[in-house]
């Protein structure tokens, strides 16, 4: 069992149902399962994409610097964090959203300390802004995060159960891989389920990632306990 995880979630998943923009009922589904978590008295740091609004490299260009890009894709991010944080409220889930940008009249801002004073009051922190930097991924963001606030492990959360040798969505014959080592993880070309950056970083600071499942009902608090049944350990 994990006494810490960063769960990773990205902008789509959090779209649910909708094309773009946030989906409620996916967050109060997703604060039901960190309810489960928090049972088993594992802590939630929580690192939220912005895709679901926009992606920085994909609008940069035609007069839009890549520096403005990532920024615009930051604030995505913090969008929702934001709903996220009021959405885990009203359901009982006792959570803070904090921001590695400038957005006081919005969030308390990213402090190492006190990130940690909210997760030993038993609250699910949420951190909107990615790194806060230009050209870092929210993937490499996440486990900067997870290695500051000292957790056990980075879950990124997906639309499959773990990594395959090819898309399990258009091949039948797709092969998962119950665990694998980072070398082969960033080497291989093949597997782009992560930022190449993010795996690097994870396997120069001995940072385990697991790529599992978002869905079903159960699924994380799996992994948080330490079944290895769910999803792929990289480490």
């Given at each position: 069992?994990?006494?810490?995880?960063?769960?990773?979630?990205?902008?789509?998943?959090?779209?649910?149902?909708?094309?773009?923009?946030f989906d409620?009922?996916?967050?109060?589904?997703?604060?039901?399962?960190?309810?489960?978590?928090?049972?088993?008295?594992?802590?939630?740091v929580i690192?939220?994409?912005?895709?679901?609004?926009?992606?920085?490299?994909?609008?940069?260009?035609?007069?839009?610097?890549?520096?403005?890009?990532?920024?615009?894709?930051?604030?995505?991010?913090?969008?929702?964090?934001?709903?996220?944080?009021?959405?885990?409220?009203?359901?009982?889930?006792?959570?803070?959203?904090?921001?590695?940008?400038?957005?006081?009249?919005?969030?308390?801002?990213?402090?190492?300390?006190?990130?940690?004073?909210?997760?030993?009051?038993?609250?699910?922190?949420?951190?909107?802004?990615?790194?806060?930097?230009?050209?870092?991924?929210?993937?490499?963001?996440?486990?900067?995060?997870?290695?500051?606030?000292?957790?056990?492990?980075?879950?990124?959360?997906?639309?499959?159960?773990?990594?395959?040798?090819?898309?399990?969505?258009?091949?039948?014959?797709?092969?998962?891989?119950?665990?694998?080592?980072?070398?082969?993880?960033?080497?291989?070309?093949?597997?782009?389920?992560?930022?190449?950056?993010?795996?690097?970083?994870?396997?120069?600071?001995?940072?385990?990632?697991?790529?599992?499942?978002?869905?079903?009902?159960?699924?994380?608090?799996?992994?948080?306990?330490?079944?290895?049944?769910?999803?792929?350990?990289?480490?």
């Amino acid at each position: 069992m994990y006494k810490r995880i960063l769960l990773k979630i990205s902008g789509e998943q959090l779209g649910g149902k909708h094309d773009s923009g946030f989906d409620p009922e996916l967050g109060k589904w997703l604060a039901e399962e960190v309810k489960k978590v928090h049972k088993n008295n594992t802590e939630v740091v929580i690192m939220v994409g912005g895709g679901n609004y926009v992606r920085g490299a994909q609008i940069a260009g035609h007069g839009i610097k890549r520096v403005t890009g990532d920024q615009i894709g930051m604030l995505g991010t913090m969008m929702n964090a934001l709903a996220l944080t009021d959405v885990f409220e009203d359901q009982g889930v006792r959570t803070r959203h904090l921001s590695t940008i400038f957005a006081n009249q919005v969030a308390e801002p990213f402090v190492h300390r006190l990130a940690e004073k909210h997760m030993q009051k038993g609250r699910v922190v949420i951190v909107g802004g990615g790194s806060g930097r230009p050209y870092v991924t929210t993937d490499t963001a996440a486990v900067i995060l997870a290695l500051e606030l000292n957790c056990d492990v980075v879950v990124k959360t997906t639309k499959v159960d773990g990594i395959f040798d090819k898309d399990p969505e258009k091949y039948d014959d797709a092969v998962k891989y119950d665990s694998l080592d980072f070398q082969k993880a960033v080497e291989d070309p093949r597997i782009k389920i992560m930022d190449k950056a993010a795996m690097g970083l994870a396997m120069e600071q001995n940072m385990p990632i697991i790529v599992a499942k978002l869905e079903p009902s159960g699924n994380i608090a799996k992994v948080a306990a330490g079944d290895e049944t769910v999803g792929t350990k990289i480490s």
